[in-house]
């Protein structure tokens, strides 16, 4: 019981210092920008640096899992991103600052995979809901807690203390997880896919530069189309050069399996919309409502209260009712949840705000924890680092899209007019819940007892006439 409850807590905190560095800095980018001499608009830079570097590494990070050890390449993942943290905070120039941030990347691509793996090897399957549901909190609170923490801290102290906390936190991740996490390696010992990793690393770098870069004026709108274009062309190369490879870097070969498939790719859709909302509400409430950043982020934060509740109600909400039903019936509560802020208006009660935020994180989260879950329900043992690298690589593409698309609807809105009506961000949040809507059809495609071993759920059998009716 105690590895079962201690090492998912391990994997979350080293999740939630990722997630958490992402969203704080976002609130200082005005403060970096004036300290280092740079336009805040250059200094986005630093976020495609760091996207970028996730999607070159998250694809070898099972390969090399699995043959160096999980607690080797976790424990090395910390000190990596310690080690860019520190690099940021030095930082005097534009130029380190981008490549402190790539160093960082780095080490997330270890942490998030990696991570997910100790817990799939580590944890019965039977536990490993309530496992998967700590690896949900730190994703869904550090968007959240990020932009009161980021702005207290730019205001109260200076903004390097952002990258400077991360020092403390990874040395007792480091610990921790050295004493705790087992040293588990594959089974099989494969070659590493050099030209795959070519392909991907390169494809995906050009998929989410373009995705991230769309509509900041960093690069005309032809260059992010070619490059949109390269990343594609170089993923569909890949596609077709990888079916007959025994070991891929990325294995897409696990859309076979219709629970994985379900999830990863309906989970994809979810989190494309669902991930725009830690976006677009902050600045609703910033430019709409005229609130400060530590207000908006105060208001906010209460889906995070929602999603720690989740983590105690989703194995027996599973266990009743199993995955496909609550997939389904909670993707069409969720969406309505991420429609609702469109109708918030200055004036509106705060405590009712609050309330439907609250409400909504906890569907969010059991939507987040059940799809992570399911996607592993039929993966071999052999192919599990496999597994959690493609979704990996899946979730983050989800959020490099999500981003883009709610700016591209509001700039839509807005047609290159100043932003500071709450009306416009109306249309941003309609689009981004019918991305969420999307994927209904995904986990209405699951089979009805699919990851029944996970949920522990048990249909009642049929009556006599209804089996009848079956049989023929």
């Known amino acids: 019981m105690q590895r079962q409850i201690l090492i998912p807590l391990i994997v979350a905190c080293a999740l939630f210092m990722e997630n958490m560095d992402s969203t704080v800095l976002a609130t200082s980018l005005p403060a970096i920008a004036r300290d280092i001499g740079e ?5 986005k830079l630093a976020f495609t640096s760091y996207l970028v570097s996730l999607a070159v590494f998250i694809p070898i990070s099972g390969w090399v899992a699995d043959r160096y050890g999980s607690r080797t390449i976790f424990a090395a993942a910390i000190v990596v991103f310690m080690g860019g943290s520190l690099l940021c905070a030095g930082a005097s120039t534009l130029a380190a600052f981008v490549l402190a941030r790539f160093v960082q990347g780095i080490g997330g691509a270890m942490m998030v995979p990696v991570g997910r793996l100790v817990i799939l090897r580590s944890i019965p399957r039977s536990e490993l809901v309530g496992a998967m549901a700590w690896l949900t909190i730190p994703a869904l609170i550090g968007p959240v807690l990020g932009p009161p923490v980021g702005g207290f801290i730019t205001t109260y102290f200076e903004w390097r203390w952002i990258f400077w906390i991360n020092v403390p936190i990874g040395i007792l991740g480091l610990v921790l997880a050295t004493i705790f996490i087992p040293n588990l390696r594959g089974e099989e010992r494969v070659d590493f896919d050099l030209a795959g990793f070519t392909l991907t690393a390169l494809g995906l770098a050009a998929f989410v530069t373009a995705s991230t870069t769309l509509g900041l004026g960093v690069a005309s709108p032809l260059a992010d189309a070619a490059l949109f274009a390269a990343g594609i062309a170089l993923l569909t190369i890949y596609w077709l050069t990888s079916r007959n490879k025994a070991s891929p870097i990325l294995d897409l070969g696990l859309f076979r399996l219709q629970t994985f498939r379900g999830a990863v790719a309906g989970g994809l859709l979810f989190r494309i919309g669902v991930g725009a909302t830690p976006f677009l509400l902050p600045l609703m409430l910033q430019l709409g409502f ?40 909670n993707t069409l509560v969720a969406a309505a949840f991420v429609l609702l802020p469109a109708t918030f208006r200055p004036g509106m009660s705060l405590w009712l705000m609050m309330g439907l935020l609250l409400i909504g994180g906890f569907f969010r989260s059991l939507q987040f924890t059940s799809a992570n879950a399911l996607a592993f329900a039929e993966v071999t043992s052999v192919r599990l680092s496999r597994a959690t690298t493609l979704a990996s690589v899946m979730q983050q593409v989800a959020l490099s899209l999500g981003i883009t698309i709610g700016a591209l609807a509001i700039e839509a809105t807005v047609a290159g007019g100043p932003i500071d009506n709450a009306a416009d961000f109306m249309p941003a949040f309609l689009v981004v819940g019918f991305v969420t809507l999307c994927s209904l059809p995904f986990f209405v495609s699951l089979p009805k007892d699919a990851g029944r071993e996970m949920s522990g759920h048990r249909q009642l059998a049929p009556d006599p006439v209804t089996a009848a009716r079956e049989r023929g």
């Open 290 to 329: 005229g609130m400060t950043p530590f207000q908006s982020g105060s208001i906010t934060f209460v889906s995070a209260v929602g999603a720690m509740a989740m983590k105690l109600a989703a194995p027996p909400i599973l266990r009743i009712f199993g995955f496909r039903r609550v997939l389904i019936v």
């Open 39 to 43: 336009n805040p608009l250059a200094l």
